[in-house]
């Protein structure tokens, strides 16, 4: 796995009239700060992750989305329930074929955050995580996560295996804390 050209391809599914970041680096696990530490470096949802940190539920709001067949991509935030502040930015490349029509359904709905649609329907799934990245805001992320233009923060890539089979590639980065 190669973790800057895995990042690529997920920033490739969506054009941004900024750039999200002005600077990319794969770091280990083991030295990725607190609280980073305990949100990103996990084989969890990272709606659960976010959701016992905040201490509140989370919300999804789609900045875009396509789909091309059985292939349904999006650039969401999560924020906190009920306002519009973020904590999470995430990409998503989900192969829709690995989930029965109901889930596919809700996942297009574009509703409810991915991981609690997995947790509702009791999908059989595992979470692979890839790589763990340092992040310095550019000026696409900073808009849409309201931080600082080259806020440090810290994210994950990670694969979401569904009934045994690569499912879902994600790019999620935490807010600043």
Same mark, same amino acid.
């Given at each position: 796995?190669?973790?800057?050209?895995?990042?690529?391809?997920?920033?490739?599914?969506?054009?941004?009239?900024?750039?999200?970041?002005?600077?990319?680096?794969?770091?280990?696990?083991?030295?990725?700060?607190?609280?980073?530490?305990?949100?990103?470096?996990?084989?969890?949802?990272?709606?659960?992750?976010?959701?016992?940190? @905040?201490?509140?539920? +989370?919300?999804?709001? =789609?900045?875009?989305?396509?789909?091309? !067949?059985?292939?349904?991509?999006?650039? $969401? *935030?999560?924020?906190?329930?009920?306002?519009?502040?973020?904590?999470?930015?995430?990409?998503?490349?989900? @192969?829709?074929?690995? +989930?029965?029509?109901? =889930?596919?359904?809700?996942?297009?709905? !574009?509703?409810?955050?991915?991981?609690? $649609? *997995?947790?509702?329907?009791?999908?059989?799934?595992?979470?692979?995580?890839?790589?763990?990245?340092?992040?310095?805001?550019?000026?696409?992320?900073?808009?849409?996560?309201?931080?600082?233009?080259?806020?440090?923060?810290?994210?994950?890539?990670?694969?979401?295996?569904?009934?045994?089979?690569?499912?879902?590639?994600?790019?999620?980065?935490?807010?600043?804390?």
């Amino acid at each position: 796995m190669n973790a800057l050209e895995d990042l690529r391809s997920l920033t490739s599914l969506f054009t941004h009239a900024e750039p999200l970041f002005q600077r990319v680096e794969h770091i280990p696990s083991a030295v990725t700060p607190e609280p980073y530490h305990s949100l990103l470096v996990h084989h969890e949802h990272m709606t659960v992750s976010m959701e016992r940190y @905040h201490q509140c539920s +989370v919300d999804v709001r =789609v900045l875009q989305h396509h789909q091309d !067949g059985d292939i349904y991509a999006r650039e $969401i *935030l999560l924020l906190k329930h009920g306002t519009t502040i973020p904590v999470q930015y995430g990409l998503v490349r989900f @192969h829709l074929n690995y +989930v029965i029509e109901p =889930v596919r359904r809700e996942i297009i709905a !574009g509703e409810t955050p991915l991981g609690r $649609i *997995l947790i509702n329907h009791n999908v059989l799934r595992h979470i692979d995580l890839g790589a763990i990245l340092e992040i310095t805001a550019g000026p696409g992320l900073a808009a849409a996560m309201q931080m600082p233009l080259g806020a440090v923060t810290y994210g994950r890539l990670a694969t979401i295996f569904c009934n045994r089979q690569p499912a879902v590639d994600l790019l999620e980065v935490s807010a600043v804390l």
